[in-house]
């Protein structure tokens, strides 16, 4: 949804064609470029995992020579975009591979990426159950390993990015206020974008696609007081206050 209303107000994600399409479990799209999730799959195979199962790693691993043929598939793909701004791309994998990503000489050029020689990420964040449901109904982690990979995900990107250099949105905050949201995340990005395109952006949210509602206080219910943790202070660097969730 968050990479739906940054496409509808002008981020280029690549070709249509090379996005991938929608699908019953996600009818909006995922607006993933199939390019970047082709090369995130690699280098998590290579790290001896993948985003299932994330692999344990070690310091300093994205400058192992193993991954030499993957920087230049990755250069390669990055060149595709040196014409189009602003750019990016959507991958939950990334939260895992971000350090390889940001291992890449073309990533610190500044003219592909606007006025700023920095990467900067967009971390959306959703309830934990919310995610774990999802995954459950999907057949994809049927038990409470889906928990497990929302924390590690999440401990990844974060371990991986400076204050500075992202923004954390949360994902109920735009069913009660997507146009505030989204110029939240506009102004992080420095990004000038006429207000009728983001009206018509933020018209696009729908509640009727959203499949998970979690009420319940996750300290109620989640007894890993690391995720708990993890997730308010989530919460509190998106600006999100939990009490609002049950006046949808």
């Not at 994809?140 to 929302?150: C, E």
């Not at 992202?166 to 905050?173: A, F, G, K, N």
């Amino acid at each position: 949804m968050v990479a739906s209303l940054l496409g509808r107000c002008g981020l280029y994600l690549g070709e249509e064609k090379d996005l991938l399409p929608a699908s019953h479990d996600n009818q909006s799209g995922y607006w993933e470029n199939r390019k970047f999730v082709a090369i995130n799959d690699d280098v998590l195979k290579e790290l001896g995992g993948d985003w299932t199962v994330p692999p344990v790693v070690y310091e300093g691993w994205e400058e192992n020579e193993k991954f030499s043929c993957l920087r230049v598939r990755a250069e390669a793909l990055l060149e595709e975009f040196r014409d189009h701004e602003p750019w990016g791309w959507k991958d939950p994998r990334s939260s895992l591979t971000l350090p390889f990503w940001r291992s890449l000489g073309t990533l610190t050029v500044p003219f592909l990426y606007g006025r700023s020689p920095k990467l900067k990420i967009v971390i959306c964040v959703r309830n934990p159950f919310e995610v774990f449901y999802s995954l459950r109904d999907r057949v994809y982690t049927p038990n409470a390993a889906g928990l497990n990979l929302w924390l590690i995900y999440y401990q990844a990107v974060l371990k991986s990015t400076l204050p500075q250099d992202r923004i954390v949105t949360h994902y109920e905050s735009y069913f009660h206020d997507a146009h505030s949201e989204l110029l939240r995340i506009l102004r992080f990005l420095d990004w000038k974008v006429a207000p009728e395109m983001i009206e018509q952006s933020t018209e696009a949210v729908s509640a009727n696609l959203r499949r998970q509602k979690f009420r319940a206080e996750m300290s109620d219910e989640c007894s890993d007081p690391g995720i708990a943790g993890l997730y308010d202070a989530l919460c509190h660097e998106a600006n999100y206050h939990r009490a609002e969730s049950t006046t949808n």
